[in-house]
């Protein structure tokens, strides 16, 4: 394997060889965490997974996520929850302590970009590293609380394991590099479910094409099958023991609604693949592919590719399929949204660097100092974000808000009512990031079912006091006569908020 590099523009001297590895290190902590704490929670998914976990804190159940106590959340396995919930109970209830877990996943995913790097680009070993943190989609994505950031730091745990075992110079070594693959697909299992695999799209037709079926069953080792079921599997027995309902869930709403049907409004349609990813990946990826467009970048690159295809099986192949199938199958189904693709950003990272790996040495002042006025300008914006921006869905702008209206008027839970029958919209349109910032459980109320009331004022019995805020098209009139009618006379409204009435049902029910 070829040795590691220093720096460009530095000597390779024993001693000053892991700079290259500190340098992306340092850029890492330095893009992640700056300004993580500044931006609140924005609905509905950063408050859906930090309501999630202060709720499974304060619940001490750590088997399933949940909204609130009377609302499980199983969209998604536990992984994220936990790290959240961890970050928290360390750090504090704070939005910093919540986005914790992203810039260390962040800073994780340049470390093994930085391995990849060694293996396909041994002269530039930092360079797909630089390349991922400095693109914009990555980096910002970063600050956005999600399940996607942690798919692809596992994501490229598993495919750096593939790589050193594919490409290797120590085929010894390979069953300990598949073992590190199983591992790395079974966090990710852990963190979306199946599409944590979506990468042996591209692993199993290079493998068979290269190696035939005995290299497949080198790649399916039992020792990292076992390996991948019990850290990706482990948690699914235990969930389905317990909810026996399970596994009718994942599938029909899970796999099949997300693949096939709109129901959850993702960019659906013939061309909702376009909107959705194609701004993405094109600005996502700035300032790097504009370095490709000029002659001599073209002609490198042709020179490049044909040296590629003339090796058939080499690694440009399999990072170009591990980017395009992938790629395929989220414009294929039916809910799209741009975070989907943020794990594609680990092979487009590779494979600009392996095209400007000749381009982006660094050596000039001219390159060092446009890197530095780009890396000040994200930070600039990610800052400018958090102190400025506060659109409709800012769970903190909500909670100051809510303060200022029960000044004087202790409660001990936020029940929003929401006219719809959907239990997807309650979901959607509850502001459940609320939970962090206000110490209270959120819980949401769907007003157009039939058990709506009984839903009401089991919540409220249970909550009591409790302040309701009710939709615009709900009438505060109906939900006051609903309350009477389960013997809950002690309420007062507050207000107008959000074009919504403002109830404070005060307890306890009249005997």
Partial sequence: MTDETSLPGNTARRGVTHRPLLAILLLGLLLGFAFQGTRGLWSPDEGRYVGGAVQMLDSGNWLAPAYSADRLNFSKPPLTYWAIAASLKTFGRNTWAARVP???????????????????????????????????????????????????????????????????ADPAQGRRWILLMWLGFGLAFLTKGPPGLIPLLAILPFVLRRDGWRGLGRLFAPAGVILFLLV???????????????????????????????VQRRHPGAFGWFVAYAPTLVLGSLPWWPMLLGRKARTALAADWREARSRRHGPELF????????????????????????????????LLALALQRRVVLDSTGQRLAL????????????????????????????????????????GSIVFVENTARDYDIEEQTPWGLHLYMGKPVYGVAWGKAQATGTLCGVVRANSPALLALDPAVQPEAVESALAGCGWHGSARLGTWRRGTLILVRGPAAS
């Fill in 372 to 411: 530095g006025l780009w890396i000040v300008a994200l930070l600039a914006i990610k800052a400018g974000a958090g102190w400025m921006a506060h659109p409709a869905a800012d769970n903190r702008l909500f909670a100051q808000q809510l303060a200022a209206f029960g000044q004087g008027n202790a409660y």
């Fill in 102 to 168: 992203y810039a260390l996943a962040f800073v994780i995913t340049l470390l093994l970009l930085y391995g990849m790097g060694r293996e396909l680009v041994p002269e530039r070993p930092w360079l797909p590293a630089l390349i991922y943190a400095c693109a914009p989609f990555p980096f910002f994505t970063a600050n956005i609380v999600s399940t996607d950031v942690f798919l692809g730091m596992c994501e490229a745990l598993a495919m750096l394991g593939f790589l050193r075992a594919a490409f290797g």
């Fill in 319 to 350: 990072l170009l399929l591990w980017l395009l199938l992938p790629l395929l199958v989220f414009c294929l189904v039916q809910s799209r949204l741009p975070l989907y693709v943020l794990p594609l950003f680990l092979p487009l990272s590779l």
């Fill in 232 to 262: 990706g599997g482990t948690w699914y027995v235990l969930a389905m023991q317990h909810y026996p309902w399970l596994l009718h869930y994942f599938l029909h709403r899970e796999v099949y609604d997300r693949m096939f049907t709109a």
